[in-house]
């Protein structure tokens, strides 16, 4: 059974940085995708970043563009999401999840299979 360790998380002003990780145990593949969803209040829960250890690809919700960075370590099966020039509007519960077997990250957040209990982050001032 796969299991999702979040680390990270937090309060900061806007502007600020911060970091985030997920470590996998229990996978049963080398191929996988990895990735992280957020859920603010009232809304829905949206694509933040994944990685797919397949072919080391990279995908990003909107919104998060040229601040957020996600980055894989194979060997760990761990990845790491860095969150540069947060803003009020990052506030959420960010969410790990992960989906084993080859190829890129789903199109939807339907095709994860495994969740993390979620962190909050709160950007305000």
């Known amino acids: 059974q796969v299991q999702l360790v979040e680390s990270g998380g937090g309060s900061v002003q806007p502007g600020g940085s911060l970091r985030l990780s997920c470590a996998a145990a229990?996978?049963?593949?080398?191929?996988?995708?990895i990735g992280w969803f957020r859920q603010a209040p009232g809304k829905e829960r949206e694509w933040v970043a994944c990685f797919s250890s397949s072919d080391g690809s990279s995908k990003y919700g909107d919104g998060v563009w040229g601040r957020f960075t996600i980055s894989g370590d194979k060997a760990k099966n761990m990845v790491e999401l860095q969150m540069n020039n947060l803003k009020p509007e990052d506030t959420a519960v960010y969410y790990c999840?992960?989906?084993?077997?080859?190829?890129?990250?789903?199109?939807?957040?339907?095709?994860?299979?495994?969740w993390g209990k979620g962190t909050l982050i709160t950007v305000s001032s």
């Open positions: 999840a992960a989906r084993q077997g080859w190829g890129p990250c789903p199109p939807s957040i339907a095709g994860m299979g495994t």
């Open positions: 229990g996978l049963t593949s080398d191929y996988y995708a």
